[in-house]
């Protein structure tokens, strides 16, 4: 005949006999109260499967603990219980399985997680050899906190890696995930990382330094979830290289006083009509940059002067495949210049106003580079008015030229005789011009030859006039 008792009734007076010590009749109340249930509570099976370990019926009773953790993955109840119930079995090694899985799957704010890793480290402490001692078992949470916070960010990923154990011990303290500092990422940070860091935090990261992110869609999660963010740093290096606009002008819209290093590469499928780069809002909303690199830009929306002297801390700019038309002007702090050279002295004008005083490395491409450059030497003699010519560009000492060049240009080229590094691409030069180039740059310690004419004739020859002074030849 069934009970005309309720489930909580019959669960109280099941704990009443098995307080009495009469534990088949604590069963039977506890049974009935569980079948009387489509979805017994958590409390309830662990109350059948303690009074089940105490029959010594650990089969029935590790079915409960079981049933309890697929029902009830949070509750450390099912967890504890299965744990106890397979160690009584001697199967320590899947009680720690147990253990660890349940760390994984308990919230780090349940009050009773302490109880869940307590007995996990108890049970690491016995398995562990006699001799081995693991810090993270015997010293207490607050110290092993303190300890960890004199470590960088990325120290502390590191230690995730010792053992799992230091993984879910370090993964289950939202203090040390409350400041993201990516500034020593060596890859690009996939978005699953900085989704698994805000979940650890409990969503309470204050500070993000952000380095080398695959993905920039990541960082809406990042704002939307933690309320508690008080300082953002996007940090200083972006690379976009394959860039392609749906609109007809690709704009770069949010301002980034930060950005010290940006580089663009648009797609290799504009064509006339295809996506324009707007430069000027560009330089506008990016004052800071110290490296800029455009590159395979086709197009740009505007034929008005490029103004690149804006950017007073740029030091090393790059434009390659791009539209000089006309030529920009140059800021005086650069130390390094790559430009591609296609078009002749009717566009020179800007590089009037260009003064390269710090300039030590330039690289130039096209059948007016020469052009370029002869220009920009005579305007630095007349702004510094000196009539030597080395005094053009006084701290080059690294020169690319991708053109071909005679012997009589090369002469031309008498203010690079500075210059300690020499790239020479150009399908004209022969052995003959080669044998001069030690008279021409004296303090040559690297040279590349590459695409040239050039045999082993040339090659003996420069190398017999700079004698050891050679370090490098391609």
């Known amino acids: 005949m069934p009970s005309k008792k309720s489930m909580t009734e019959l669960q109280e ?5 098995y307080g009495r010590k009469e534990y088949q009749k604590a069963l039977d109340a506890f049974t009935e109260a569980i079948d009387m249930s489509n979805a017994p509570t958590s409390s309830l099976l662990d109350n059948r499967a303690a009074t089940l370990e105490k029959l010594e019926d650990l089969q029935a009773a590790l079915r409960d603990g079981k ?6 993955k949070q509750d450390v109840t099912g967890y504890l219980r299965t744990g106890k119930i397979l160690r009584m079995m001697d199967k320590p090694d899947v009680a720690l399985g147990i253990y660890q899985y349940g760390l994984r799957k308990v919230s780090p704010r349940d009050r009773n997680i302490k109880l869940l890793r307590g007995m996990h480290d108890k ?6 050899p006699s001799k081995s001692v693991d810090p993270f078992v015997t010293l207490p949470v607050e110290l092993i906190e303190m300890i960890m916070s004199y470590l960088r960010f990325h120290e502390m990923v590191n230690c995730l890696r010792v053992t799992k154990h230091w993984h879910h011990f370090l993964t289950s303290l939202p203090s040390l995930w ?10 690009p940070v996939p978005p699953k990382f900085i989704r698994q860091c805000v979940t650890r935090s409990n969503g309470k990261v204050k500070r993000a330094v ?9 960082l809406l999660h990042l ?11 996007l940090l200083v290096h972006a690379e976009f290289r394959y860039i392609y606009s749906s609109g007809w002008v690709a704009q770069w819209l949010v301002e980034q006083p930060n950005l010290q290093t940006l580089k663009l590469g648009g797609s290799d499928k504009q064509v006339l009509g295809s996506a324009a780069l707007d430069v000027p809002a560009l330089i506008k909303k990016t004052p800071n940059l110290r490296t800029l690199a455009l590159c395979s830009w086709k197009l740009l929306n505007s034929f008005l002067d490029l103004d690149f002297s804006v950017l007073t801390k740029l030091e090393h700019l790059r434009l390659e495949d791009f539209p000089l038309n006309p030529y920009p002007r140059l800021p005086n702090s650069l130390r390094s210049l790559t430009m591609d050279v296609h078009r002749g002295t009717s566009h020179l004008a800007n590089l009037t106003h260009s003064y390269l005083p710090l300039l030590t490395e330039l690289e130039l491409s096209g059948c007016f580079a020469l052009v370029v450059v002869q220009h920009l030497q005579e305007v630095i003699q007349q702004r510094r008015g000196s009539t030597v010519v080395t005094d053009a560009f006084p701290s080059l000492r690294k020169l690319s030229l991708d053109a071909d060049t ?10 690079a005789r500075n210059v300690e590094e020499l790239r020479l691409q150009a399908t004209a030069l022969t052995d003959a011009v080669v044998e001069q180039l030690p008279m ?4 040559l310690t690297r040279l590349d030859l590459s695409r040239t004419r050039v045999t082993g004739v040339g090659v003996k020859a420069i190398v017999q006039q700079l004698g050891g002074q050679l370090a490098w030849l391609g």
């Open 440 to 443: 021409l740059f004296p303090r």
């Open 406 to 415: 005679s012997y009589n240009q090369l002469q031309d080229l008498e203010w």
């Open 178 to 187: 409350i400041d993201l500092d990516l500034l020593y990422a060596k890859r």
């Open 123 to 128: 049970l690491i402490r016995q398995l562990s």
């Open 67 to 72: 049933r309890t953790i697929q029902s009830w």
């Open 13 to 17: 007076l099941g704990r009443t006999y």
């Open 210 to 218: 952000i380095h080398r992110l695959k993905e920039d869609r990541v």
């Open 223 to 233: 704002m939307t979830k933690c309320y508690s963010l008080e300082e953002l740093v």
